[in-house]
């Protein structure tokens, strides 16, 4: 299975704050990648498709990038509902997840 | 309204089963393939199996291969999974998730991304 490692495992941030979280995969997966929010006591909740699609509903302050093996999930200016879980995805072969990267109030 | 709604968690002693149950509303339930993702306490996702919309493609983290069966009913608009030699560390909560309106395709298997999601149904396992 393709590993995914996600950088930082924990990020302290501010309202306003403009923030990226890094998803590396152990081989290229193209733009097969997704990104995923996840509150506490939530399911989680698709943001990003094929690495820069914006879900439909999304707010636009969302934007991945990248492909290959390195890809970006940018949140452009941070919001008091933004703190929460963010977990990449890829689909590339059998499906995998990154650990998970955690965006907390500083 | 789109949804998905699980069922069929709770307490489990080691070595017992379980079935849960996902029943998809509002959208053609057999034309999308189906998973069940897991979060243990203090973990990450897990992808712990998928079935395509005609069940083609089944497939089972190494975790779990071997006990636990996924299958559906798409009559029933319905997805189970049962989960058999229950370990400890099967302690989380289950969530089951629909495929997005695109997917990878290239003529081998298709591999997908998860746009609805189940609220999640808490699986303990513990004497």
């Known amino acids: 299975d393709i590993q995914m490692t996600q950088s930082p495992s924990t990020l302290s941030a501010s309202v306003g704050d403009r923030v990226t979280i890094t998803c590396r995969a152990s081989?290229?997966?193209?733009?097969?990648l997704a990104w995923y929010q996840q509150k506490p006591g939530k399911a989680p909740k698709l943001l990003i498709y094929e690495a820069s699609s914006l879900e439909s509903g999304v707010p636009s302050r969302f934007s991945g990038s990248g492909s290959g093996t390195e890809f970006t999930l940018t949140i452009s200016s941070l919001q008091p509902d933004d703190f929460a879980t963010y977990y990449c995805?890829?689909?590339?072969?059998?499906?995998?997840f990154g650990q998970g990267t955690k965006v907390e109030i500083k | 309204e789109v949804h998905l709604l699980e069922s069929g968690g709770g307490l489990v002693p080691p070595g017992g089963s379980l079935r849960l149950s996902c029943t998809g509303a509002g959208f053609s339930f057999s034309n999308y393939a189906m998973v069940w993702v897991r979060r243990a306490p203090g973990k990450g996702l897990e992808c712990v199996s998928l079935i395509t919309g005609g069940g083609r493609r089944i497939d089972y983290a190494d975790s779990v291969k071997g006990r636990f069966t996924i299958s559906r009913d798409n009559s029933k608009n319905t997805v189970y999974m049962q989960m058999s030699s229950l370990r400890a560390e099967d302690t989380g909560i289950y969530y089951c998730?629909?495929?997005?309106?695109?997917?990878?395709?290239?003529?081998?298997?298709?591999?997908?991304?998860?746009?609805?999601w189940g609220q999640g149904t808490l699986v303990t396992v513990s004497s």
């Open positions: 998730a629909k495929r997005g309106t695109t997917y990878k395709s290239d003529g081998g298997p298709n591999y997908f991304y998860f746009d609805l």
């Open positions: 081989q290229s997966i193209s733009s097969w």
């Open positions: 995805q890829q689909y590339n072969s059998r499906e995998t």
